[in-house]
T-cell receptor, first 115, second 111 residues
Framework: KAGVTQTPRYLIKTRGQQVTLSCSPI?????VSWYQQTPGQGLQFLFE???????NKGNFPGRFSGRQFSNSRSEMNVSTLELGDSALYLC??????????????FGPGTRLTVL | DQQVKQNSPSLSVQEGRISILNCDYT??????FLWYKKYPAEGPTFLIS?????DKNEDGRFTVFLNKSAKHLSLHIVPSQPGDSAVYFC??????????FGKGTRLSVIA
């Protein structure tokens, strides 16, 4: 079974630009969650999508948004990029989602650098 | 306010010895705890978990201990191997909340 894939793997943007990251979950998984990893803050939850609906949201500004398509693929968008948005963005998929205590499988991440 | 804390950013252990990674939490509603391992350029991978109804869970060389009264859990790796060198994240969950992660501990196992 193919794992979670994320594209692109690396991205360099400048302040003020916007960026879209993509995540393809494991086949059959309906939940996709997004996390931001930075050296100072560790892994922080951004949001979770389940069957195309946002089900949970972390404490991030509205510049961070996401969506999920009918095939469970998910995209995350960050608008008006700031230097502090430089991070590794990870997505994770699971069968039933965060509230069901089932295992999440992480992708390799997208390394975003904002200059 | 960090609900899950890993107070040791790094740990070095000799091959064959025990590695003990610690994690503290503040939210008494957490009832499920997980450890993830992360190598560079890869996503975290699930290692072991424990429900709050237990105080110990073992899987091969890995054992997780939970002390609910102290709101503390630890991961023991015995014996430690060079391939165990990675960043270890502790995470906690309750029924209605997303996973809350600690900041991670970098383990280096020296041959």
């Amino acid at each position: 079974k193919a794992g979670v894939t994320q594209t692109p793997r690396y991205l360099i943007k400048t302040r003020g630009q916007q960026v879209t990251l993509s995540c393809s979950p494991i086949s059959g998984h309906r939940s996709v969650s997004w996390y931001q990893q930075t050296p100072g803050q560790g892994l922080q939850f951004l949001f979770e999508y389940f069957s195309e609906t946002q089900r949970n949201k972390g404490n991030f500004p509205g510049r961070f948004s996401g969506r999920q398509f009918s095939n469970s693929r998910s995209e995350m968008n960050v608008s008006t990029l700031e230097l502090g948005d430089s991070a590794l963005y990870l997505c994770a998929s699971s069968l039933f989602g965060l509230s069901s205590y089932n295992e999440q499988f992480f992708g390799p991440g997208t390394r975003l650098t904002v200059l | 306010d960090q609900q899950v804390k890993q107070n040791s950013p790094s740990l070095s252990v000799q091959e064959g010895r025990i590695s003990i990674l610690n994690c503290d939490y503040t939210n008494s509603m957490f009832d499920y705890f997980l450890w993830y391992k992360k190598y560079p350029a890869e996503g975290p991978t699930f290692l072991i978990s424990i429900s709050s109804i237990k105080d110990k869970n073992e899987d091969g060389r890995f054992t997780v201990f939970l002390n609910k009264s102290a709101k503390h859990l630890s991961l023991h790796i015995v014996p430690s191997q060079p391939g165990d060198s990675a960043v270890y994240f502790c995470a906690a969950l309750s029924g209605n909340t997303p996973l809350v992660f600690g900041k991670g501990t970098r383990l280096s196992v020296i041959a």
